[in-house]
Each structure stands twice: as C-alpha cells, then as structure tokens.
C-alpha cells in the first residue's frame, strides 16, 4: 500500500499542521537562546581579557600618595606608623621603660 518514504512525508506534514501554532514561538525561543549564549560567551572573554591587563607590581620606585613625589629606594609597607628618629615598629633608642 504505502511505503516507507511516504510514510513518513506524511508524518512529516501532520506534524508541521499540528505545531504550525508553535513554531514561531520556538523559533523565538531559540533566537534568545543563541543571543543570551553568544552574549555570555562574549562577556567571558571580556573578562578574561581585562584580568589579564590586570595591574602588575613592579620593584622599584615608590611614589608619596599624599604629595605626588617619589623616592629612589624601594620601601615596603609593615602597615605600621613611622616613629620620629626610628623605623617603623622599632622602639626609640632613648626611651627605656
């Protein structure tokens, strides 16, 4: 009677009569989709582009936030306040308990 290719044409328009209603939204759907996807994608390598531009430290010249001036040696921080007449987290020579 009918054969296999017919058949299956057959199915093939049933189903594209009964889904006509939701076609357009699954196109629709699927546009999204693709859209949120590549913007996603997009947001990642911006991302990954601006941690590698990242800020490096470099040894060597310190600039006075305060002033703008900078200094030719290389000081770090102990996060301690410098004393008058002493380093920094060291007690004064003339002062003994």
């Known amino acids: 009677m009918f054969g296999l290719s017919e058949v ?8 594209a009569v009964l889904a006509a209603k939701k ?3 699954l196109a629709r759907s ?9 913007a996603e994608a997009r947001a990642m390598k911006n991302d ?5 531009a990242a800020p490096q430290v470099v040894q060597g010249e310190t600039t006075n936030a305060a ?7 290389d000081q770090r921080s102990t996060g301690a306040p410098e004393r008058p007449g002493g380093t920094a987290g060291t007690p004064e020579q003339g002062s003994r308990p």
């Open 8 to 15: 299956a044409v057959i199915l093939i328009v049933v189903i």
């Open 23 to 25: 076609l357009p939204d």
């Open 30 to 38: 699927a546009g999204k989709s693709a859209r949120i996807l590549k």
């Open 48 to 52: 990954k582009a601006q941690a590698d």
């Open 67 to 73: 002033d703008g001036t900078a200094s030719g040696t």
